[in-house]
């Protein structure tokens, strides 16, 4: 081993010895030993007062005491009873309240849907909305600008138009404007324009049409610029006889809808 070897490996060993020394003196450590002694006194002290405490307590007994104490141990308080029964009778009567509230409350509402803007892209509305009053929540949002469309729907679009099953058949919730079903036209000239919430849907082009599935796979074979023959039923007015009616319109390519419900096939998400 060379010289200067050894001279830098003593060196290095003196550095750190002193940087050593240098950094106990200007940070000593802590007088760890005095803080447990300390500790120890106190905690000791304090065992002793409560060693003293229950000591003290048992001299200034006396057997008198003894024999209340065990006696209002056994002997129950008639109050505790008396509680119970009225806690019981509280409990009642809230029942009874709640069941009285909830006659009075009567049915369910039935559901109810509004709509606001159009889907006519002429307007100054961008966008159609469909409101229902479950939950006041927000069922459909369609864009009215022909450059958005659906990507994956590229068949003939009716309208959203929030259909309930029915013993009688499908029957319709909303009718958004400037949908193809708000601009049907009907065979008969002394009817309105138009499908109507309250119609119940028979048929679609002659195929027969009573629930949703039959609804969606009919759609589903349906191509954009298909005229197409929609037959319903309509309630008469002031209780009135049904009539049925039959509306001819002209279905459009589906637009991009921002919210809509999922399809009654569609799949289960495994992606959560």
Known sequence: MEKRHVLFITTSMLLLI??????????PPPPV????????????????????????????????????AAGSEATPDPKDGDSAVAEVAANDAATDDAATSDAERGPPSP???TTLGTL???ANAKMLVWLCSRGASIE???????????????????????????????RIGAVGPGTPAAVAAPQDETVAVGLQAGDV?????????????????????????QNVAVEVRRPGEDGGEERTLTFTTTLIRRPLEVIRPEPLDAPSRTDY
């Open 120 to 122: 006519d892209p002429q």
């Open 18 to 27: 002193g940087y050593q020394i240098i950094l106990q003196r200007l940070n």
């Open 33 to 68: 030993e005095q803080e447990v002694v300390e500790r120890r006194e106190d905690e000791e002290d304090l065992a002793a007062d409560n060693n003293n405490l229950p000591a003290d307590e048992d001299e200034t007994a006396t057997p008198q005491d003894a024999d209340s």
């Open 140 to 170: 459909c949002i369609a864009l009215n600008d022909s450059n958005y469309s659906d990507l994956d729907d590229h068949h003939g679009y009716l309208g959203y138009l929030a259909v309930q099953q029915e013993a009688v058949g499908l």
């Open 111 to 113: 559901l109810a849907w």
């Open 201 to 225: 849907l028979q048929g679609l082009d002659g195929v027969t049409v009573r629930t949703r599935q039959e609804f969606d796979a009919w759609m589903a074979t349906t191509q954009p610029g």
